[in-house]
């Protein structure tokens, strides 16, 4: 299949020509034509599998081809969960967008509000956003969605755990009418909450699933290494960084404290590396992404705050310095490598206190994972034993949703991703009890304090 199968319009099809891609990838041979035809889509795939275009061009497509609801309202507004991965989206929609009459807006949390009204002012027609600061400026009324075409929600799981339900509501409703089309991709479609979501907001969807989101990543290998303790995890990781061959490495640790201490080790042995650390504001946080993705530095030390959506090409190497608390969210930090159909490498070190995080992704795989050995480096750490009784006992429900995606029962699968535990930086929430829109910019903006 080419993309001029699609009956794309010709400008478009010779910017994907120009970006150098031959033949659409799985998730857009299917949800291209699905959007095209104006049907709702529910769609998940695989971190890189190139959704971005997938709802970017029919999007484009659609705005080209039928006259504009209203002058003023925009007519597709794209929503994710995190700044980085709208400014990723907003970058390869501005690659279509630049030579056309579309105006095409982002309006990101943190960044300045009247600023964003100025913006809002000149009546885009695209908007993509986070969806906290979005909701802010419908509520005071900066701009309204009657004729609003065009609903994207990208990541849209992430969002929901993130609590932003309340706000995506609001955004819904104030765009709720006959000609609305919405797409909504998540990285699972097994989440109880992104299936009542999308009850309420879609309409006949049509349901796309490519792969399990959790399916193996063929083009990632994976090593695990047990380690005995900090000062050997440290260890590990000179000897990775020293020995491995590598365009770009990302290094995930627990703690944003750590980030900080880890890059300032290396710098120390006059390593290129950075750190995307809490004590950055966003101006310096946006730098250090911007230069990591031009390749300023070869080392990004950072929590999950860097394992969704973002798309580094030169990442050839993730190396897990602490395991992630949500098995999940493993999946997403090894994705950062192996883009788009290239090689990657991930490594995983497992010490005492992320042996159960480890076992929940064993379970997520669903595969018995072998550790691998470093001869001058090797562990005495071998696992923890499973205690019966206790282990029962302490079974958190993250634990059993993770067990519950193996068993194929309806019941078991409901409670996945409800489960109020910190994955890294994110804020802690429970279901129940939603923050407000302005509480959740400002646990965001805590990070940058
Ligand atoms: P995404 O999943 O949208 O973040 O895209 C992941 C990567 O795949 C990005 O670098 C895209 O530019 C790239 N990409 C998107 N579509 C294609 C395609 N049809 N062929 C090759 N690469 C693609």
Excluded: C
Aim: glycine letters at 6%; hydrophobic letters at 40%; proline letters at 3%.
């Amino acid at each position: 299949m080419q993309f001029s199968d699609f009956g794309l319009e010709s400008r478009l099809i010779s910017t994907v020509e120009h970006l150098g891609f031959t033949a659409p990838t799985e998730i857009q041979q299917q949800a291209i034509p699905a959007a095209m035809k104006g049907h709702d889509l529910i769609a998940s795939s695989k971190t890189g599998s190139g959704k971005t275009l997938a709802f970017i061009l029919p999007a484009l497509q659609r705005l080209a081809k039928n006259r504009a609801l209203s002058k003023r309202d925009p007519r597709v507004v794209i929503l994710t969960p995190t700044r980085e991965l709208a400014k990723q989206v907003f970058s390869q929609l501005r690659l279509f967008t630049s030579n056309t009459q579309f105006k095409a807006v982002l309006i990101l949390g943190g960044e300045n509000f009247n600023d964003q009204v100025k913006v809002l002012e000149k009546d885009p027609h695209f908007i993509v956003a986070t969806p906290g600061r979005l909701a802010d400026h419908l509520t005071q009324g900066h701009f309204y969605l009657n004729g609003l075409e065009l609903l994207i929600l990208d990541e849209a799981d992430r969002m929901l755990d993130l609590g932003f339900a309340k706000q995506l509501t609001q955004i819904n409703n104030a765009a709720d009418h006959r000609k609305r089309q919405t797409l909504l991709f998540s990285a699972t479609l097994d989440h109880a909450q992104v299936n009542e979501f999308a009850q309420e907001l879609l309409k006949k969807p049509k349901r796309i699933a490519i792969g399990g989101a959790f399916t193996e990543h063929n083009d990632i290998s994976k090593r695990f290494y047990l380690a005995d303790n900090l000062e050997h995890k440290e260890a590990l990781l000179q000897n990775f960084l020293k020995n491995e061959i590598y365009q770009q490495v990302i290094i995930f640790t627990a703690t944003r404290s750590d980030t900080e201490r880890l890059a300032n080790i290396l710098v120390k042995q006059d390593l290129s590396a950075v750190a995307l650390s809490g004590e950055l504001n966003q101006g310096q946080r946006n730098q250090i992404m911007e230069g990591f993705s031009k390749g300023h530095h070869k080392i990004l030390v950072t929590t999950d705050l860097a394992s969704r959506g973002l798309d580094l090409v030169n990442v050839s190497l993730v190396i897990n310095f602490d395991m992630p608390k949500h098995a999940e969210e493993f999946i997403h930090r090894i994705g950062r490598t192996g883009r788009a159909g290239s090689k990657g490498d991930a490594i995983a070190f497992v010490g005492p206190k992320d042996w159960l995080s480890f076992k929940n992704v064993e379970g997520l795989l669903e595969q018995t994972i072998s550790f691998d050995k470093v001869d001058s480096l090797q562990a005495k750490f071998k696992g923890l034993k499973p205690k019966k009784a206790k282990a029962k006992k302490s079974e958190t429900n993250a634990n059993k949703a993770i067990r519950s995606k193996t068993s194929k029962t309806k019941k078991a699968t409901k409670k996945v991703f409800h489960v109020a535990q910190d994955v890294g930086d994110m804020p802690i929430i429970k279901r129940k009890q939603p923050l407000s829109a302005q509480q959740i910019e400002d646990s965001k903006l805590d990070e940058t304090k």
